[in-house]
């Protein structure tokens, strides 16, 4: 797993649908445009350990929302997610800083907002 979503090697996609797991695929990033993968593979949330800032408003804008700051087991972190924990809060990263959250926050009411 890579530190950095942006560097990232191997993006692991889980599919849940109705809170539950259906598949697990593992994908390379193509030309390492990660946001062109997540698009072509119809992904509709990232949960990452880090992701720049640039990387991250461009996923927002392309409708992905970002949960960033996690870290664990990625299966723990897909069944929490698929059992309903959206705010995935016991995975926060060490360091973790609410201050970011509220920034992530405040862009996606503006962006709903401008829609």
Known sequence: MSPVFDVAKRIRVTDVINGTIHSESEHEPGNGDHA???????VDVLVCAAISPALEAALWEDGVEVISDKCGPTAMIAEAYANGDKALRRFHSP?????????REAFERERRRSN
């Open 95 to 103: 360091g973790y800083s609410d201050s970011r959250r509220r920034h």
């Open 36 to 42: 062109a993968t997540l698009s072509n593979l119809g």
